[in-house]
T-cell receptor
Framework: SQQGEEDPQALSIQEGENATMNCSYK?????LQWYRQNSGRGLVHLIL?????REKHSGRLRVTLDTSKKSSSLLITASRAADTASYFC?????????????FGKGTRLSVIA | KAGVTQTPRYLIKTRGQQVTLSCSPI?????VSWYQQTPGQGLQFLFE???????NKGNFPGRFSGRQFSNSRSEMNVSTLELGDSALYLC??????????????FGPGTRLTVL
């Protein structure tokens, strides 16, 4: 079952614009991760944010986490055509042990040159 | 360091057959997780192996099984294939575990088509 739900399902922007994707999840988490997938290939890890963190940056990426609203956002600034991909959030679940990651269905981002 | 490798990359089978997919994790990684990705259901967790032991299992029928060898390489097997098993099967490795605490390194996937 899906834990995270990304919004929007698809997003099309011009090169140079910023892209914002949102993720909502249902149960309490320890960590939330964002991944990128290019056209039917393997996923690439972007950022991991822990439940006690509110914001994290990596290059042109900024991730926020609001545990009270059970939501996260991924911002890509100054987008490039190479950012065209699907973006997934993935969460674990608070509980005993190391629970598996549960992925949302993703946001398809198209960056038009 | 070499990345996660999966073989074969593409596979075509017919209903009722069985299939074995292979995954070699990044050197030193002890955890291997398997996921099934379909357009309808998205990415779904199959199972995770850590030091040759299955540590977590997703909600899939018993036709789906896996194992991990002492060198951390992993195989998954699907018996009595059904049309709905057509999917991209992704393997991911991590240093310490397949859950949310650790970055997962994904392979390119095996595209399975069941006719």
């Amino acid at each position: 079952s899906q834990q995270g739900e990304e919004d929007p399902q698809a997003l099309s922007i011009q090169e140079g614009e910023n892209a914002t994707m949102n993720c909502s999840y249902k149960t309490s988490i320890n960590n939330l991760q964002w991944y990128r997938q290019n056209s039917g290939r393997g996923l690439v890890h972007l950022i991991l944010i822990r439940s006690n963190e509110r914001e994290k940056h990596s290059g042109r990426l900024r991730v926020t986490l609001d545990t009270s609203k059970k939501s996260s956002s991924l911002l890509i600034t100054a987008s490039r055509a190479a950012d065209t991909a699907s973006y997934f959030c993935a969460t674990d679940t608070v509980g005993s042990g190391n629970t598996p990651l549960v992925f949302g269905k993703g946001t398809r981002l198209s960056v038009i040159a | 360091k070499a990345g996660v490798t999966q073989t074969p990359r593409y596979l075509i089978k017919t209903r009722g057959q069985q299939v074995t997919l292979s995954c070699s994790p990044i050197s030193g990684h002890r955890s291997v997780s398997w996921y099934q990705q379909t357009p309808g259901q998205g990415l779904q967790f199959l199972f995770e192996y850590f030091s040759e032991t299955q540590r977590n299992k997703g909600n899939f029928p018993g036709r789906f099984s896996g194992r991990q060898f002492s060198n951390s390489r992993s195989e998954m097997n699907v018996s009595t294939l059904e049309l709905g098993d057509s999917a991209l099967y992704l393997c991911a490795s991590s240093l310490a575990g397949g859950g949310g605490y650790n970055e997962q390194f994904f392979g390119p996937g095996t595209r399975l088509t069941v006719l």
